[in-house]
């Protein structure tokens, strides 16, 4: 499987429409004509057991938002990267830009968050992207080099990490990155990544930011883009369906 289309559902959902929507998701799984990609769903942590108890025996993956840099203790409202693994999850997305905003999370605590994900067998998704003042000063590849070098722990290899390009600006937006552009940030990530961590073939490099099925195939036909994370329009199967078989076979 060559491209993974993560859902980020963020602050979204109950038990009920959690289970509904990973349901009709599985059903168009099991009936796809062709194999479909990988796939992984990210609901808020209370909903990961209701999701994981629909997932189960399937080819779709769960993952979760977040988690601590430890694994057990007192922090409160935090989520153990140890306990995410036992429950079932396969992934957890690191560094996305709403918590580096709402959080204060830093490179260096995104970083240690990927090394217990990886220490729990996790695979981190680690979250890049700059944000429309930086991109304005032409500052994208100076941010996206800090962000790299500084998030990505050492142990991470193009087998057990995930990266995803998320411009600030395009989340939650409708404003999407030029294809021009997703390529050659794409290139670089590939390259830092490659150049500190054993070469980067095979690594997925995602794209973020106001993914639609109106946009999907051509951002996904993206030379170095190996998926997509996506927020909004993960909400709804029928359209997350459409991005999933947006994939290039
Ligand atoms: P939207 O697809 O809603 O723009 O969100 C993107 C995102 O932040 C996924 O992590």
Partial sequence: MSHLIAG?????GTPASAEALAAELIARVRNAKAPPPGVVLCPPA????????????????VGGQDCHAKEKGA??????PVLLAELGCRFVIVGHSERRADHGETD???KAKAEA???AGLTPIICVGETEGERERGET?????????????QASTAANTVIAYEPVWAIGTGKTATTADIAAVHAQIADLFGAGHGGASGLKILYGGSVKAANAKEILATANVRGALVGGASLD?????????????
């Fill in 117 to 119: 994900a990886l220490k």
């Fill in 108 to 110: 260096a605590s995104v």
């Fill in 46 to 61: 209370p909903l990961i057991p209701a999701v994981l108890a629909v997932t189960k025996g399937t080819p779709v993956a």
């Fill in 75 to 80: 922090h409160t409202g935090d989520v153990s």
């Fill in 8 to 12: 980020n559902w963020k602050m979204n």
């Fill in 237 to 249: 199967a029928d359209e997350f369906w459409k991005i999933i078989e947006s994939c290039p076979r």
């Fill in 141 to 153: 590849a100076r941010v996206i080099a800090r962000q790299v070098e500084g998030s990505i722990p």
